[in-house]
Every structure is written in C-alpha cells, then in structure tokens.
T-cell receptor, first 110, second 113 residues
C-alpha cells in the first residue's frame, strides 16, 4: 500500500506489556522510527532501527522488524501511566521526507 | 537548550487574514519541514526545504507559502486564512545525524474563525 498503517487505539493495564504495530510501504526503506507525542506537545524521537537489524532493545522498549512482511512493532514492557501518548511509526525512503503513520493512541489504565 | 523553536504557540485568525508562522533551529541542520496535524489524519507534510535555498511542496501545499530565510529559519505563510486551515502546525528539522531522525518543535495551534 501507499500509506504507513497503524491501528488507531490501544488500551492496556498498568504493568502489562504494550505492543504497537505498524506496516510500512517500502522494503528498501533504510531507517524506521517510533515517535511519541504527549498531549499538547510535539513529537519526540523514541527509538529507531536500521533496516539491516531485526531487533533493537533499549531499556523497556523493544523494536522488532520483519522486512519480508514490512512490519514494525514497538513493545513497551511494564507499561506505566506516563506512557499514555500517541505513538507514530515513520519510514525513511532514500532522501525523501519521512512518511508517518496516523498514530496509535495508547491509553494506560491504572 | 538546543532544538526547534516555533512562534507563536497559539493564534486565532479571522477568515481572510494573513499570518506567518516562524520556526528556527539551532542544531545546524540542513533540512526543515512544516507539517499540519488534524484529528484522524496524522501528520501531513505541507512544504519542506532539503537545504538552504531550496523548497519543495509536500502533500498539502495549497493555501501556504514558505521561505527558507537562512539555514536556521524556515517560515510558513498563510496569505488568506480559511477555516480549513484550523490545525496544529509543527516545524521539524533534520541533519546528517547518526539516525537522520527529525527534531520537532512544540507546535502552533491555529484557529481560523
């Protein structure tokens, strides 16, 4: 498809793991990113993965990349109320601007 | 703190008025971008500037103009505001950093009545 696809909503209980999924468009994309947007704020780069990697772990965050299926996921372990935000997936294709998904709104229930 | 600064943070315009949104970055980044964010639409690219002296249209350029004033500054102008331009506007920049990711400003919330 032409768009970076994400589900719009995810709700999890505090302490559980959250998994946010993304399908991107181009198997030759070089970098894939996850951004976090808290209410009333701009987007912050959360983590990224280079296309020659399958997995990247950074503290509570795990990024998995399946190039064959063009599927990217972000797992947040031990989800906290402070993780409530909108999470955007983005891909870099060559030198063109990043293409963003529409964002997944994560709600954490205490 | 290093980053992207946008002004103003909030603005209310009447239909037909004009205004310029300002953006400045102090990270020596080559590329700068303007996005708008609307509910359910995600981020849509309005214009970008890959390097000083160049600008290109994005996905939704109609009704907007941009100026890359110098390497630091990239402004977005609405010549005749319309209610459909009510949105939150984000400026971003990127350089030859390790991951080529974007740094975003905190946004301008614009309402056109």
């Amino acid at each position: 498809g032409e768009d970076v696809e994400q589900s719009l909503f995810l709700s999890v209980r505090e302490g559980d793991s959250s998994v946010i999924n993304c399908t991107y468009t181009d198997s030759s994309s070089t970098y894939l990113y996850w951004y976090k947007q808290e209410p009333g704020a701009g987007l912050q780069l959360l983590t990224y993965i280079f296309s020659n990697m399958d997995m990247k772990q950074d503290q509570r965050l795990t990024v998995l990349l399946n190039k064959k299926d063009k599927h990217l996921s972000l797992r947040i372990a031990d989800t906290q109320t402070g993780d409530s935000a909108i999470y955007f997936c983005a891909e870099r294709k060559g030198n063109t601007p990043l293409v963003f998904g529409k964002g997944t709104r994560l709600s954490v229930i205490a | 703190n290093a980053g992207v600064t946008q002004t103003p943070k909030f603005q209310v315009l009447k239909t037909g008025q004009s205004m310029t949104l300002q953006c400045a970055q102090d990270m020596n980044h080559n590329s700068m971008y303007w996005y708008r964010q609307d509910p359910g639409m995600g981020l849509r690219l309005i214009y970008y500037s890959a390097s000083e002296g160049t600008t290109d249209k994005g996905e939704v350029p109609n009704g907007y103009n941009v100026s890359r004033l110098n390497k630091r500054e990239f402004s977005l102008r609405l010549e005749s505001a319309a209610p459909s331009q009510t949105s939150v506007y984000f400026c971003a920049s990127s350089g030859w950093d390790r991951n080529y990711g974007y740094t975003f400003g905190s946004g301008t919330r614009l309402t056109v009545v």
